[in-house]
């Protein structure tokens, strides 16, 4: 099981006062971050984007269904194409598959980010607070390359909010791919980096035009052309 570095941005859920049919679900990506706008304020350019690839791997610990994996995967890609950013997937690894007391194998080539969706059984000590759904470790120097998400609280939201799993799936993914690849600081008010949302707003929100600002894709190309696809 990875460990859990306490020092990192987190998406978390706060349960609201009241009864079931009047409470607020609120998703609250809690981090240490900036600004964000809806997809097709952002994508008006005269000239194509010149495309970088980040290598990605998924472990999942949750044994989550493999249609809301490729869901997901599928959404994420899209949200990065939009910025000019290719996600080059590689095999999921499931601990299902493999015999207690083992090792996840090893990929064939190594990723340049790691996704680890986690299951309830992860010990509470490794879970930065109770309501967290994801969490992308990192410091203000320097960001990390994993990222993790806590699929039976997500799983959650996307019930109570009549969304499709693999979609809530993948907005976290994007959401925590992009805290990875975004300097210190890159929480937004609106957009793919928002910070809060109501269970109204998740419910309304289509996902697939959600998306960056101008200046967080630029980072994000600049992050992924500098470090990852460097000859």
Known sequence: MPQFNPLHDVVTIVFGNGSPRNRWWLLTLVVWASAGL?????LATATPLEVSTVT?????????????????QCLVTQLYAAIGVKTDWLETRRVSKIAPGSRMPANAVSPDLRIIVL????????????DAVGSAPGTRTER????????????????????V????LGVVI??????????????????LMRGLWSSEE????????????????????????DTFSAP
């Open 165 to 168: 799993g693999g979609d809530t």
């Open 174 to 191: 994007a959401h925590e791919i992009g805290h990875l690849l975004l300097p210190y600081g890159s929480h937004s008010e609106t957009g």
């Open 119 to 130: 299951g309830p059984q992860v010990p509470h000590a490794q879970t930065p607070q109770q």
């Open 202 to 225: 998740i419910q309304r929100v289509d996902v697939r035009a959600l998306g960056f600002t101008s200046s967080q894709a630029r980072d994000i190309r600049q992050r992924v052309s």
């Open 38 to 42: 809806p997809l097709a304020e952002r």
């Open 56 to 72: 990605i791997a998924i472990d999942d610990y949750a044994a989550v269904p493999a249609d809301e994996i490729d869901r997901a």
């Open 144 to 163: 990390g390359r994993i990222a993790y998400v806590f699929y039976d609280r997500l799983r959650m939201i996307a019930l109570t909010s009549h969304q």
